[in-house]
């Protein structure tokens, strides 16, 4: 049993192993009574008001910021935007960097695994500026090989878009070589770190990165609130994504200046409790220690991997390269529908994501339609991986006798 749980009421309080943290996590009741406490001593409108409960409001927000700043090691605090999602944080870039900075023919460069929220976005970008969407493809170890990226980043690339941790394949993408090969030919970087920053640490200013995007909700922040990290020199030079209160200097009948950073690309209230939540979450993650966190998780992916992988009648779609391995196993009983072994699975108290996962390229170039997904945080146990296991025994008794 891992004691961690005791921490989280829903997991304390449900006879589930709870294996979908690559969706949303589960919220510790720090993070819960956080939100809570806003709500009962703070709540009042940030950076609108001049009375004092307002001034408390926005000193709460604005510490939150200051501690993502130190998370991350950003130079600046400024660098620091707060959005819905890493969602709506990829969709700013493209069109508020993307838009302005690509021209026909210039190349945007994302890889194969991305979730859609990296993908379409550029899609639509590449049709709009008469550019071209390029993908780096993996091999047959699921991973993104050197020459591929070395191949596929090119003097007319401008924007490179890269998930740090596949949502499907749990893949660690070599985002170091990226960055740096990117760099000497003049592009930019994007990092999807929605998949990773909940498992390991990432210096911003160490990897070079000029910007990075994560959702709070994958690291037990309340739902609906993102981060977008970039480099202060190509914010202040990128137009707001969103126009309206609070992200002006000056409005005027026909003309408006905008707010200085970063303020500029926050318009409308903003989901303060999220960001409550999200300044708790960091206490949490930091209190814990991401060297305890990587301890756990080491240990437990690969007691499942070890598990799964006796199970002859499963297709695992994951690297064999464990180092280079994270967060979540993709799976399907062969012969089975996804979503009836998700179903089954249910049944026996066992929460696994089935489905396409948001990244129907990769699907396709897998040759797959979707496949069943278990993915993992801390707070799961070896006897969680045991229920999967046995449940998907079960599934597999059910249906052999049709699988041809």
């Not at 409001?57 to 998370?71: L, M, P, S």
């Not at 801390?378 to 006798?401: H, I, P």
């Amino acid at each position: 049993m891992n004691e961690l749980k005791n921490d989280f009421p829903l997991l304390k309080n449900k006879d589930i192993a709870y294996l979908d943290s690559g969706a949303t996590t589960q919220k510790p009741i720090q993070v819960i009574n956080a939100v809570k406490e806003f709500y009962e001593k703070y709540n009042a409108n940030p950076h609108r008001g001049a009375y004092s409960l307002s001034m408390e409001a926005t000193e709460v927000y604005e510490n939150t910021r200051d501690k993502i700043q130190k998370f991350i090691n950003a130079k600046h605090r400024e660098e620091i935007i707060f959005s819905k999602n890493a969602t709506e944080s990829l969709n700013l870039l493209a069109y508020s960097y993307g838009l302005d900075n690509l021209k026909e023919n210039d190349s945007v460069v994302i890889s194969i695994m991305e979730h859609h929220s990296n993908l379409v976005p550029w899609q639509k970008i590449c049709k709009m500026t008469k550019s071209k969407l390029n993908y780096m493809y993996i091999n047959d170890d699921f991973e993104i090989e050197d020459e591929e990226i070395e191949k596929k980043i090119t003097d007319k690339t401008k924007i490179v878009g890269i998930a740090h941790v596949s949502n499907v394949l749990g893949t660690v993408n070599n985002i170091e070589k990226i960055i740096k090969i990117a760099h000497k030919k003049g592009a930019i970087v994007i990092i999807d770190a929605s998949q990773s920053i909940p498992h390991m640490k990432i210096d911003v200013q160490k990897l070079d990165a000029d910007f990075l995007v994560f959702s709070g909700h994958k690291m037990l922040a309340p739902l609906g609130i993102g981060v977008l990290y970039g480099k202060k020199e190509l914010l202040k030079d990128m137009n707001p994504f969103l126009m309206g209160g609070d992200m002006i200097e000056y409005v005027h009948e026909q003309d408006t200046t905008y707010a200085p950073l970063p303020n500029k690309f926050e318009a409308g209230t903003q989901n303060v409790e999220g960001v409550i939540g999200l300044g708790a979450a960091i206490d949490y993650i930091e209190n814990l220690g991401y060297e305890k966190i990587e301890e756990i998780e080491k240990e437990l992916l690969g007691y499942a991997r070890e598990k799964l992988s006796k199970l002859d009648y499963l297709t695992l779609y994951i690297t064999p390269n464990e180092e280079n391995h994270s967060g979540v196993i993709s799976f399907n009983i062969k012969g089975v529908h996804p979503h009836d072994v998700s179903s089954i699975l249910d049944s026996k108290g066992v929460c696994v994501r089935s489905g396409n996962h948001c990244a129907q390229p990769l699907m396709r170039y897998l040759g797959l339609d979707s496949t069943c997904r278990a993915s993992f945080y801390f707070y799961n146990s070896k006897e969680d991986v045991d229920r999967l296991v046995d449940a998907l025994q079960e599934a597999y008794n059910m249906f052999k006798k049709y699988i041809k």
